[in-house]
């Protein structure tokens, strides 16, 4: 696998970087469930028709989605709006995915281009770079179109707009990512992958969906990119 992963960073020019996963856990201190529920809220102080199944979703992106789906754009904006401070608060008690930071400075070390591309918000992807002094190593940030979710990975939207923004051609960048969404994105968009399953259930659906690698530590990547800038 490692010398899988070594000539495929041998054959990209630019790294981009899912957030929640690769990075970081954003909602270790503040549950995804938690703020899922308060966003349900959010919908119910609306008044907005919910099917009963979404006062158990876990996952505040899927509530957004589901707003998105309404074709309401007050109810989707007032989601989005609730949804973007839960994240700013997040980041600051979001739990350091471990080796994430050394890709990020290996990755740069290199040579490469390193970008974020998320399904969070902007706001809070720059908030956590910051406070974890590494701003100055990821540029550009392209985190979820406002109240718009419909463009959140799968689309392959802001994976194409980081590479134009780094002047890159898609065929020559790799994003790395934790999730279906960002596989999938990346083959819509013509980027290669790599699937970082954090959880060793991830490891066949990643492959299945055509990760070009799959790992299963940040660390495997830091380690390949630090041996390319040796060699």
């Known amino acids: 696998m490692s010398a899988v992963l070594g000539r495929l960073l041998a054959e990209v020019d630019a790294v981009l970087l899912d957030f929640d996963g690769p990075v970081c856990s954003i909602f270790a201190g503040y549950p995804a469930p938690k703020i899922a529920a308060e966003l349900v809220v959010v919908l119910q102080q609306m008044s ?99 109240a718009d979710p419909m463009r959140m990975k799968p689309n392959p939207e802001p994976i194409l707009r980081a590479t134009q923004l780094l002047g890159i051609s898609p065929a020559r960048s790799v994003l790395v990512g934790d999730s279906l969404s960002d596989i999938e994105g990346s083959r819509a968009a013509g980027v290669r992958s790599v699937g970082y399953a954090n959880r060793p259930t991830k490891a066949d659906p990643f492959r299945g969906a055509g990760a070009d690698v799959v790992i299963d530590s940040m660390g495997q990547l830091a380690e390949a990119l630090i041996a390319n800038t040796d060699s």
């Not at 099917?51 to 309401?72: F, I, K, M």
């Not at 904006?77 to 890709?103: F, I, K, M, N, W």
């Not at 591309?117 to 540029?139: D, E, I, K, P």
């Open 48 to 146: 907005a028709s919910m099917p009963p199944a979404l006062t158990d979703e876990q996952d505040p992106l899927e509530v957004l989605r589901w707003a998105g789906s309404t074709g309401n754009q007050a109810t989707t904006q007032a989601v989005e709006d609730a949804l973007c401070a839960a994240e700013l608060r997040a980041v600051e008690s979001a739990a350091p995915t471990r080796y994430g930071r050394e890709v990020i400075v290996a990755a740069r070390q290199a040579g490469l281009p390193v970008a974020v591309v998320s399904n969070n918000s902007a706001g809070a992807v720059t908030a956590y770079l910051a406070r974890h002094r590494l701003a100055a190593y990821v540029s550009p940030v392209i985190g979820r179109a406002y």
